[in-house]
């Protein structure tokens, strides 16, 4: 039996977020014949996959060889003409599918369109790094979209058709991270018509709640951030003396921290410096590492 959508969620030991999302994922005004949920699981060794099956989701298990692989499972298995992705750590608003189809089908009916992504806002931010992340715009999709060079969206919230996700082998699953926008790069080479955004398909997103785990995903950030430079260092030049500037930048920002401020402005500055230093130590342990240049 065929769907129009198939919706993959990629998750490690999530078992504590993962009910409210797939009960999101249940409860969408979209009709449930048309669209199905494909639960990815990385060799959890918690409660995820027992979750999935008390869901009634399908349940695919992928041997902890990192997101990008695992979103590839999912299209892989995937049964609709669409393809749309949020993480275990998300909740979906009711209206959710049915907004991203309604602006696809829009859109089609003026050309093409090959995918879209929705808003994804900060859920329960009460902490100093989750706020942070609201403040910055950190999932701002319609934000990342707008970059001259590299446009992309994050895989919160994102929809792709599936048959042009076959045609150039989905995610690289090579990548630490930042495979999204690496994928959205070789899309748009592509001329493939239309891309849109979609302000009202809305996602909760739990953010990191402590500096010590965004610190660790910011890391994560830089080695993927890494890793498209060097993929694409035909087009992307970085040299030592770009890194040296950056560095220049790094004390700006440490400079700033330690100044007196008022509250959100603080705030702001504090975590400015904590994601730039996050991203350079995995940049540059990265980027500089000749096993990853042989690898590239």
């Not at 401020?261 to 130590?281: C, P």
């Amino acid at each position: 039996m065929t769907v129009l959508l198939s919706v993959v969620v990629p998750a490690l030991n999530a078992g504590e977020t993962l009910p409210a999302c797939l009960n999101a994922l249940k409860n969408q005004t979209f009709p449930r014949e048309d669209y199905e949920v494909i639960l990815v699981d990385g060799n959890s060794s918690d409660s995820t996959r027992d979750i999935g099956r008390q869901f009634e989701v399908s349940v695919l298990i992928q041997d902890g060889k990192g997101r990008p692989a695992a979103r590839n499972t999912g299209i892989r298995a995937s049964r609709g003409k669409w393809v749309v992705f949020t993480d275990a750590d998300c909740f979906p608003a009711r209206t959710w599918l049915s907004a991203l189809v309604g602006a696809a089908k829009k859109a089609a009916a003026a050309g093409t369109c090959y995918g879209g992504a929705g808003k994804t806002i900060g859920y329960m931010s009460n902490s100093p790094a989750a706020r942070y992340v609201d403040l910055t715009g950190g999932l701002d999709a319609e934000k990342h979209l707008s970059h001259p060079r590299f446009p992309c969206a994050p895989t919160s919230n994102l929809m792709y058709r599936k048959d042009v996700l076959l045609e150039v082998n989905g995610f690289d699953e090579r990548y630490h991270s930042y495979a999204f926008c690496e994928l959205h790069y070789r899309l748009c080479e592509m001329d493939l018509g239309q891309f849109v955004y979609v302000s009202n398909a809305v996602v909760l997103h739990l953010h990191r709640q402590g500096w010590r785990d965004y610190w660790k995903q910011q890391v994560g950030y830089g080695k993927g951030y890494a890793q498209f430079f060097l993929h694409h260092r035909d087009r992307i030049k970085w040299t030592l003396w770009d890194e040296m500037k950056s560095a220049g930048q790094l004390v700006k920002l440490g400079a700033l921290a330690c100044l007196p401020a008022e509250e959100d402005v603080a705030l702001m500055r504090r975590g400015n410096l904590i994601k730039t230093l996050g991203q350079k130590t995995g940049f540059v342990g990265t980027y500089w590492s000749r096993e990853e240049h042989r690898r590239w």
